[in-house]
């Protein structure tokens, strides 16, 4: 899979996916998915055109949205076994105050060549999204490309939505969180060194933190996997800023210790997923020995 941070030409021209797809829940799988086969019945190249709401310098559009869901590099690994061939990511700062019509002229007609154009049926876009899916359709007829519109899909009889997994994971309901996106929830930041103490209490954790743009499940432990050389281990997570051992911490970390397993993984970009809360975060008197 081809990855760019600018709307590039492909070849022949494409199928897209076009939406903010900010963590691949069922209705999001379903438009990519679309777009894949469309692109196989074409021979053409299958792509994602998605807006990085966090990386700009208007915190306005971020914190509305709320934190990210989805790590880079496990999006783009749900892309490639989605059969994606091309991902363009844009930074959203850089078009929110593109007219809708110059959008769809420019990028989707002129520089990314669409063929065919898929998208959400709640799909909106341009200035102020002031543009929806029946505007997208006639500026496809007037510049030269087709457009359909995905119906969302239901979980629970409610919409499946970013949003309603947020809401679940900041309560701790992990495991609606995860029916709702149909598997779950993960993600693989970088195992940093520790302080050792859980090494010494014959306990060794791998050290995730979480960066600041990220939602943060409830402060925890859960019972979780964790992804090593292409093998799931079974693991526990405990999410917090750990107030036992440093009552003045303010990073959220990710301390998942891995049944069976001993190496060195610092530096390691690991996949955990969450399956099931244990109990919410709670200070101790003092540490165990």
Same mark, same amino acid.
Request: with cysteine.
């Given at each position: 899979?081809? /990855?760019?941070?600018? /709307?590039?030409?492909?070849?022949?021209?494409?199928?897209?996916?076009?939406?903010?797809?900010?963590?691949?829940?069922?209705?999001?799988?379903?438009?990519?998915?679309?777009?894949?086969?469309?692109?196989? !019945?074409?021979?053409?190249?299958?792509? =994602?055109?998605?807006?990085?709401?966090?990386?700009?310098?208007?915190?306005?559009?971020?914190?509305?949205?709320?934190?990210?869901?989805?790590?880079?590099?496990?999006?783009?690994?749900?892309?490639?076994?989605?059969?994606?061939?091309?991902?363009?990511?844009?930074?959203?700062? $850089?078009?929110?105050?593109?007219?809708?019509?110059?959008?769809?002229?420019?990028?989707?007609?002129?520089?990314?060549?669409?063929?065919?154009?898929?998208?959400?049926?709640?799909?909106?876009?341009?200035?102020?999204?002031?543009?929806?899916?029946?505007?997208?359709?006639?500026?496809?007829?007037?510049?030269?490309?087709?457009?359909?519109?995905?119906?969302? =899909?239901?979980?629970?009889?409610?919409?499946?939505?970013?949003?309603?997994?947020? !809401?679940?994971?900041?309560?701790?309901?992990?495991?609606?969180?995860?029916?709702?996106?149909?598997?779950?929830? !993960?993600?693989?930041?970088?195992?940093?060194?520790?302080?050792?103490?859980?090494?010494?209490?014959?306990?060794?954790?791998?050290?995730?933190?979480?960066?600041?743009?990220?939602? =943060?499940?409830?402060?925890?432990?859960?019972?979780?996997?964790?992804?090593?050389?292409?093998?799931?281990?079974? !693991?526990?997570?405990?999410?917090? /800023?750990?107030?036992?051992?440093?009552?003045?911490?303010?990073?959220?970390?990710?301390?998942?210790? /891995?049944?069976?397993?001993?190496?060195?993984?610092?530096?390691?970009?690991?996949?955990?997923?969450?399956?099931?809360?244990?109990?919410? $975060?709670?200070?101790?008197?003092?540490?165990?020995?």
């Amino acid at each position: 899979m081809k /990855i760019y941070d600018r /709307i590039t030409a492909t070849q022949n021209g494409c199928a897209a996916a076009i939406g903010l797809f900010d963590s691949l829940h069922p209705g999001h799988r379903a438009v990519i998915a679309h777009a894949v086969i469309s692109a196989r !019945a074409q021979s053409c190249p299958a792509a =994602v055109l998605t807006f990085d709401i966090w990386d700009n310098k208007d915190t306005s559009s971020a914190k509305s949205a709320g934190g990210r869901l989805l790590t880079p590099g496990i999006f783009e690994s749900k892309l490639r076994k989605l059969g994606v061939d091309v991902l363009i990511r844009l930074r959203f700062d $850089e078009i929110r105050e593109l007219p809708a019509e110059r959008f769809a002229r420019e990028m989707l007609a002129g520089l990314l060549r669409g063929r065919t154009v898929f998208c959400g049926e709640n799909f909106r876009f341009g200035k102020g999204a002031g543009a929806g899916v029946r505007e997208l359709a006639a500026f496809g007829e007037a510049f030269g490309f087709s457009v359909r519109a995905i119906p969302l =899909v239901e979980h629970g009889g409610e919409p499946c939505s970013s949003s309603r997994i947020r !809401a679940c994971l900041r309560c701790g309901d992990i495991s609606s969180a995860n029916e709702i996106l149909g598997r779950p929830y !993960a993600f693989d930041f970088e195992v940093v060194r520790g302080r050792g103490l859980a090494r010494e209490l014959g306990m060794p954790t791998a050290n995730q933190p979480f960066p600041s743009e990220y939602c =943060v499940p409830l402060h925890g432990v859960y019972a979780s996997v964790a992804n090593i050389d292409g093998k799931t281990r079974p !693991a526990v997570t405990n999410i917090g /800023i750990r107030p036992t051992v440093d009552e003045n911490a303010e990073q959220v970390l990710a301390e998942t210790h /891995i049944h069976g397993f001993e190496g060195d993984l610092y530096g390691q970009n690991i996949p955990v997923g969450l399956l099931e809360m244990i109990r919410p $975060e709670k200070k101790f008197e003092s540490v165990p020995v």
